[in-house]
């Protein structure tokens, strides 16, 4: 998979990277300072490296939680992301990864530890709140587990704190770690969902919807929490029958009644990554199409915006109840003038 | 278009025989040599040589998205005399700065780290080439493209077995004589892979005709350039007739067509063009 690692100096004897390093024995292993200076260098290509990306193993230094913008919750107010690796298995069309950032080799963080700590220090300032803390923001939270172990070493963690709420943001079915661990009520495996046709032209080495609908299928019977995520909605002309279908499709899988919540999230990308990404894919008939700018970020035009989120809004909520119903909040979810 | 920088004429020579490169005749500060696509350039020997000549060959044509070789030879802490190796990493000896080639496809050879040296190594103390002029070239060519084109080949010369000072000017030809193949498959791929960039950037379709046929401000040109490109993405089968277009007389009633052209697109992203 990685014909080439490249690995900082300091993590070079951290058992992890050792166990990630034994998994690529063939592996060509390239010491570095700091990650930055092969990730975070101008004049390089993310699509060209997206053919063959390298692996990348660096210690997160600084602040390793992030507050979650505001109303993109799921049912408290104190939200935190973090990310344990950079980049994505997947090559998604929509992803504002490529355009955020100049390199698409993938970057694990190995200190765990760091990142376990870093979240506990938040759940005791706490106190009483409910903070919940969401991963899968800059990788899927699943797809590359094979290799970074990442669940499975986060699940005693989980365990070990049920004031707190942990989401896993996903588009993999490798969901091998949940189905051998009892399931947690803090721990909510999310899937990302899109439309099956239009899935297969954007969603690149991502497993088909059916295969995601089984992983939900097989976890919610084990009684995982289980989230879907129609994020980001993609529009097209006929997207009322392509949402409807998915729609239908999911709850014939699926208890609405064991989910533990449903979000919906338009697509919208700030301007300078639309525009990286546009110069790195310009054939590319999502980024051409329907588009608008406002306060910095480019989304779909104000009425085709509201237009899908009522539509989709109005067919979900004849499937689920408006309890564990979470539209994302958008700037373009304006009436038009 | 591909550039290879070689540092002596002697490791030149068999690759401008197998690339069946001429001579440019041009009173330049380099030997030069070229064919179609492909240029070749001798800088001599060290980094400022091959920074020089580097920047010298681009101003004579630039061409961002150009790839860009550096081939020659190295001594080599462990490998085997003979050993071709793509570089993976580049050391500045003096310094300790360090770039890193994008390697973004599978190698045909070995790679390695190479430490660029003010002089010939003869201790060799590090599993690594031993050259002089890649942390001279390979910044310098990576202003000028991106890190996924930019590369350099060393073929072992010598090493702990096989000292430099019995090295001569048929040894060395020889020695990167082995491997042309490997140098002519990393030039079609990488040229390729510049081609295909190029392509990215080219300007859309139509873009060169309108601008000659109406005149544009400076801002209508890139509002142009958007909206064909656009047109290009979502309809790239369907041309414009002469009769929508006879009766536009300005830059402005272009904009205006094309937006209501777009406009009236209907959007199937699951089949190859739209309706």
Same mark, same amino acid.
Not at chain 2, 197 to 207: G, I, Y
């Given at each position: 998979?990685?014909?080439?690692?490249?690995?900082?100096?300091?993590? &070079?004897?951290?058992?992890? %990277?050792?166990?990630?390093?034994?998994?690529?024995?063939?592996? %060509?292993?390239?010491?570095?300072?700091?990650?930055?200076?092969?990730?975070?260098?101008?004049?390089? @290509?993310?699509?060209?490296?997206?053919?063959?990306?390298?692996?990348?193993?660096?210690?997160?230094?600084?602040?390793?939680?992030?507050?979650?913008?505001?109303?993109?919750?799921?049912?408290?107010?104190?939200?935190?992301?973090?990310?344990?690796?950079?980049?994505?298995? *997947?090559?998604?069309?929509?992803?504002?990864?490529?355009?955020?950032?100049?390199?698409? !080799?993938?970057?694990?963080?190995?200190?765990?530890?760091?990142?376990?700590?870093?979240?506990?220090?938040?759940?005791?300032?706490?106190?009483?709140?409910?903070?919940?803390?969401?991963?899968?923001?800059?990788?899927?939270?699943?797809?590359?587990?094979?290799?970074?172990?990442?669940?499975?070493?986060?699940?005693?963690?989980?365990?070990? !704190?049920?004031?707190?709420? +942990?989401?896993?943001?996903?588009?993999?079915?490798?969901?091998?770690?949940?189905?051998?661990?009892?399931?947690?009520?803090?721990?909510?495996?999310?899937?990302?969902?899109?439309?099956?046709?239009?899935?297969?032209?954007?969603?690149?080495?991502?497993?088909?919807?059916?295969?995601?609908?089984?992983?939900?299928?097989?976890?919610?019977? &084990?009684?995982?929490?289980?989230?879907?995520?129609?994020?980001?909605?993609?529009?097209?002309?006929?997207?009322? @029958?392509? *949402?409807?279908?998915?729609?239908?499709?999911?709850?014939?899988?699926?208890?609405?009644?064991?989910?533990?919540?449903?979000?919906?999230?338009?697509?919208?990308?700030?301007?300078?990554? *639309?525009? %990286?990404? *546009?110069?790195?894919?310009?054939?590319?008939?999502?980024?051409?199409?329907?588009?608008?700018?406002?306060?910095?970020?480019?989304?779909?035009?104000?009425?085709?915006?509201?237009?899908?989120?009522? +539509?989709?809004?109005?067919?979900? &909520?004849?499937?689920?109840?408006?309890?564990?119903?979470?539209?994302?909040?958008?700037?373009?979810?304006?009436?038009?003038? | 278009?591909?550039?290879?920088?070689?540092?002596?004429?002697?490791?030149?020579?068999?690759?401008?025989?197998?690339?069946?490169?001429?001579?440019?005749?041009?009173?330049?500060?380099?030997?030069?040599?070229?064919?179609?696509?492909?240029?070749?350039?001798?800088?001599?020997?060290?980094?400022?040589?091959?920074?020089?000549?580097?920047?010298?060959?681009?101003?004579?044509?630039?061409?961002?998205?150009?790839?860009?070789?550096?081939?020659?030879?190295?001594?080599?802490?462990?490998?085997?005399?003979?050993?071709?190796?793509?570089?993976?990493?580049?050391?500045?000896?003096?310094?300790?700065?360090?770039?890193? =080639?994008?390697?973004?496809?599978?190698?045909?050879?070995?790679?390695?780290?190479?430490?660029?040296?003010?002089?010939?190594?003869?201790?060799?103390?590090?599993?690594?080439?031993?050259?002089?002029?890649?942390?001279?070239?390979?910044?310098?060519?990576?202003?000028?493209?991106?890190?996924?084109?930019?590369?350099?080949?060393?073929?072992?010369?010598?090493?702990?077995?096989?000292?430099?000072?019995?090295?001569?000017?048929?040894?060395?030809?020889?020695?990167?004589?082995?491997?042309?193949?490997?140098?002519?498959?990393?030039?079609?791929?990488?040229?390729?892979?510049?081609?295909?960039?190029?392509?990215?950037?080219?300007? =859309?379709?139509?873009?060169?005709?309108?601008?000659?046929?109406?005149?544009?401000?400076?801002?209508?040109?890139?509002?142009?350039?958007?909206?064909?490109?656009?047109?290009?993405?979502?309809?790239?089968?369907?041309?414009?007739?002469?009769?929508?277009?006879?009766?536009?007389?300005?830059?402005?009633?272009?904009?205006?067509?094309?937006?209501?052209?777009?406009?009236?697109?209907?959007?199937?992203?699951?089949?190859?063009?739209?309706?």
């Amino acid at each position: 998979m990685f014909d080439f690692i490249y690995i900082e100096e300091a993590v &070079l004897q951290y058992a992890r %990277t050792r166990e990630i390093l034994a998994r690529f024995p063939n592996a %060509t292993h390239i010491p570095c300072q700091r990650y930055g200076e092969v990730f975070n260098r101008k004049a390089q @290509d993310f699509r060209l490296q997206k053919q063959k990306p390298a692996l990348i193993l660096a210690r997160k230094h600084g602040n390793l939680l992030l507050e979650a913008p505001p109303g993109y919750g799921i049912g408290s107010q104190r939200n935190f992301y973090f990310s344990h690796m950079l980049n994505c298995l *997947y090559d998604c069309r929509y992803c504002f990864l490529q355009g955020m950032y100049r390199s698409a !080799h993938m970057v694990v963080f190995v200190n765990f530890e760091d990142f376990q700590d870093a979240l506990a220090k938040e759940i005791v300032q706490a106190n009483d709140d409910t903070p919940y803390f969401f991963t899968g923001y800059d990788c899927d939270s699943l797809a590359l587990e094979s290799i970074t172990n990442f669940v499975a070493s986060f699940m005693d963690f989980f365990a070990a !704190h049920p004031q707190a709420f +942990f989401e896993l943001r996903t588009k993999s079915v490798n969901i091998k770690p949940l189905l051998h661990h009892p399931p947690l009520p803090n721990c909510i495996a999310a899937f990302s969902m899109t439309p099956s046709d239009i899935a297969k032209v954007l969603e690149v080495g991502v497993p088909p919807v059916d295969s995601r609908l089984d992983a939900m299928a097989k976890l919610q019977t &084990l009684g995982w929490p289980v989230g879907l995520r129609f994020d980001p909605l993609i529009y097209q002309s006929n997207y009322r @029958d392509h *949402y409807r279908a998915l729609f239908a499709a999911v709850f014939a899988r699926l208890d609405p009644d064991q989910l533990h919540s449903v979000s919906l999230g338009q697509f919208r990308l700030p301007r300078q990554i *639309y525009k %990286t990404m *546009y110069q790195l894919m310009p054939d590319e008939k999502l980024l051409a199409y329907g588009l608008d700018e406002k306060a910095g970020m480019v989304s779909y035009k104000s009425d085709l915006a509201l237009e899908m989120h009522t +539509f989709c809004s109005e067919e979900l &909520l004849r499937y689920i109840s408006p309890q564990i119903f979470f539209p994302c909040p958008s700037t373009t979810l304006e009436s038009p003038s | 278009m591909l550039n290879l920088i070689v540092a002596t004429q002697t490791e030149a020579r068999p690759l401008i025989a197998h690339f069946h490169l001429q001579a440019a005749n041009l009173g330049s500060a380099f030997p030069l040599y070229h064919k179609d696509d492909l240029r070749l350039i001798i800088s001599g020997i060290g980094k400022i040589a091959a920074a020089a000549a580097t920047a010298y060959l681009f101003g004579l044509a630039p061409e961002n998205l150009a790839a860009w070789l550096n081939v020659g030879i190295a001594g080599h802490g462990q490998a085997e005399i003979g050993q071709a190796l793509l570089i993976h990493k580049i050391v500045e000896h003096s310094s300790g700065r360090t770039h890193y =080639p994008a390697i973004a496809f599978a190698p045909a050879c070995p790679t390695t780290t190479a430490i660029t040296v003010e002089r010939p190594e003869e201790e060799y103390p590090e599993p690594c080439a031993y050259e002089m002029e890649a942390c001279g070239f390979w910044p310098t060519a990576n202003l000028f493209s991106t890190a996924e084109l930019v590369h350099c080949l060393k073929i072992v010369s010598d090493n702990k077995e096989n000292s430099i000072k019995t090295l001569n000017k048929q040894r060395v030809e020889a020695l990167i004589a082995q491997h042309l193949d490997l140098v002519e498959n990393l030039v079609q791929l990488l040229s390729a892979t510049a081609a295909q960039l190029a392509q990215r950037r080219h300007p =859309p379709l139509h873009f060169d005709h309108f601008l000659k046929r109406w005149h544009f401000t400076a801002t209508q040109r890139h509002q142009l350039q958007r909206l064909l490109a656009h047109w290009q993405a979502l309809s790239p089968e369907r041309s414009f007739t002469e009769d929508q277009l006879k009766d536009l007389h300005t830059g402005r009633d272009i904009l205006s067509f094309l937006r209501h052209q777009l406009a009236d697109l209907s959007l199937d992203l699951c089949s190859t063009s739209s309706i």
